[in-house]
């Protein structure tokens, strides 16, 4: 895949994010991406673009509550969601 293919998929991701429909998503996810899209790889873009996809109920009560959604890929991008905004302890 070439640089400007996945320059443009995380430009896509990033507007995805922060662009979900209700201020608390746009934060939770926008922030995230805002801070990590440009050091993710193809294989972790792929993963965060999965991840967009989900409902925003589901990445809400994942990110807020500690939930599983039941792919590992995913619930790793989510403990690191999570850890990013503070949500669980980092030791």
């Known amino acids: 895949m070439s640089g400007t293919d996945l320059g443009m998929r995380r430009r896509r991701a990033l507007w995805?994010?922060?662009?979900r429909?209700?201020?608390e998503m746009d934060?939770?996810?926008g922030r995230f991406?805002?801070?990590t899209l440009d050091r993710m790889n193809a294989v972790e873009i792929a993963v965060f673009e999965r991840l967009i996809?989900?409902?925003d109920p589901a990445i809400e009560s994942c990110?807020?509550?500690?939930y599983s959604l039941g792919?590992?890929?995913?619930?790793?991008?989510?403990?690191r969601l999570r850890r990013f905004h503070g949500l669980t302890p980092t030791g």
């Open 53 to 55: 996809d989900v409902a």
């Open 16 to 19: 995805r994010a922060t662009h």
């Open 33 to 35: 991406a805002e801070q």
């Open 71 to 79: 792919e590992r890929d995913l619930d790793e991008l989510i403990d």
């Open 21 to 23: 429909g209700s201020k």
């Open 63 to 66: 990110v807020l509550e500690g």
């Open 27 to 29: 934060f939770l996810l």
